[in-house]
T-cell receptor
Framework: ETGVTQTPRHLVMGMTNKKSLKCEQHLGHNAMYWYKQSAKKPLELMFVYSLEERVENNSVPSRFSPECPNSSHLFLHLHTLQPEDSALYLCASSQDRGTGANEQFFGPGTRLTVL | GQNIDQPTEMTATEGAIVQINCTYQ??????LFWYQQHAGEAPTFLSY??LDGLEEKGRFSSFLSRSKGYSYLLLKELQMKDSASYLC??????????WGAGTKLIIKP
C-alpha cells in the first residue's frame, strides 16, 4: 500500500461511452499526476496538479479531461476514446512539485480497454 | 530531444549480482530516480541520486555520473521476488520526470 488508491482497477468501455477514473491520496501531498503506461513504452506524463491548480498539460487530446476538486482527489474524465487509448493509467502524488528529492508515490493503476 | 536508455530485458540467477544501466540526455538535471514495478502493480521508489557517486541501501545500490549521463542500479544477493521491471527516470530543469521504458529483470533459480 502506497497511500494512493485508484478506482476502478479495470475498465472496459466502448468508443462512445463516458467514464471517469478516480484517484485519492492519503499522504497529505500537494502535487498529483496522471500518467499513461503502454506496454514497453516509457511512462507518459499527462497532467500535473500542484495545490489544486493544473500546471502541466502535455499535449493530451481533449477526450481526456482532468479534474482536481481538492488536494486529495484527482479525476480523469474520458469520452469518445479510441482503441489506441487502451493502456494502464497511473495516478501519483508527491509532497510538492519543483524540488529535486521529491519521490512520487503511485497508485495501482486502472487497466483501460477501449473496444 | 530528451532520452533515457536502458536495456529491455535482463536475466540473472538467484543469489547472484546484476547491474542495470541507464544513460540519459535531458534538458537540465535535478536528480535521477530508480523505481521497481512488479507485474500488475504500482511503481515503488527505490533510490534517488543527485550527486556523483554510489548510494547504498541494503541489497540495492545506485550509482551516478553526471558528466557521463550515466547511472546504474546494482542488486546483490538476488531473490526470486526481485523479478520485476526497473524504471530509470531523470528530473529535468522543469522538475518533470523523464522516464525510460524500463528493464524487465528475470530471476532464475
Amino acid at each position: 500500500e502506497t497511500g494512493v488508491t485508484q478506482t476502478p482497477r479495470h475498465l472496459v468501455m466502448g468508443m462512445t461511452n463516458k467514464k471517469s477514473l478516480k484517484c485519492e491520496q492519503h499522504l497529505g501531498h500537494n502535487a498529483m499526476y496522471w500518467y499513461k503506461q503502454s506496454a514497453k513504452k516509457p511512462l507518459e506524463l499527462m497532467f500535473v496538479y500542484s495545490l489544486e491548480e493544473r500546471v502541466e498539460n502535455n499535449s493530451v487530446p481533449s477526450r481526456f479531461s482532468p479534474e482536481c476538486p481538492n488536494s486529495s482527489h484527482l479525476f480523469l474524465h474520458l469520452h469518445t476514446l479510441q482503441p489506441e487509448d487502451s493502456a494502464l493509467y497511473l495516478c501519483a502524488s508527491s509532497q510538492d512539485r519543483g524540488t529535486g528529492a521529491n519521490e512520487q508515490f503511485f497508485g495501482p493503476g486502472t487497466r483501460l480497454t477501449v473496444l | 530531444g530528451q532520452n533515457i536508455d536502458q536495456p529491455t530485458e535482463m536475466t540473472a540467477t538467484e543469489g547472484a549480482i546484476v547491474q542495470i544501466n541507464c544513460t540519459y540526455q535531458t534538458s537540465g538535471f535535478n536528480g535521477l530516480f530508480w523505481y521497481q514495478q512488479h507485474a500488475g502493480e504500482a511503481p515503488t521508489f527505490l533510490s534517488y541520486n543527485v550527486l556523483d557517486g554510489l548510494e547504498e541501501k541494503g541489497r540495492f545500490s545506485s550509482f551516478l555520473s553526471r558528466s557521463k549521463g550515466y547511472s546504474y542500479l546494482l542488486l546483490k544477493e538476488l531473490q526470486m521476488k526481485d523479478s520485476a521491471s526497473y524504471l530509470c527516470a531523470v528530473m529535468d530543469s522543469n522538475y518533470q520526470l523523464i522516464w525510460g521504458a524500463g528493464t524487465k529483470l528475470i530471476i532464475k533459480p
